[in-house]
């Protein structure tokens, strides 16, 4: 079961939702961990730290499963 992740607005960056979910401290471990081809957004592998997410689209990064809500 993914752990909700509510956000402010219609969208989010990757990088952006990884530092409120806590998996990560700052934008370089976000680069670092991107690169490593480990993390999928709706199942496809994303590098990119910028990429825009929206309320249903799930994340996944080793044992970690975010979704992305409305509100927050």
Known sequence: MPTEIP?????IRLGQLLKLAGAIDSG???RALLGLGSTTV????????????HP???VRTGELELLVVAGG
């Open 56 to 58: 249903g689209d799930i």
């Open 7 to 11: 956000i402010r607005g219609e969208t």
């Open 28 to 30: 370089s471990d976000a």
């Open 42 to 53: 709706n199942g496809e592998v994303e590098e990119r730290r910028g990429r825009q997410l």
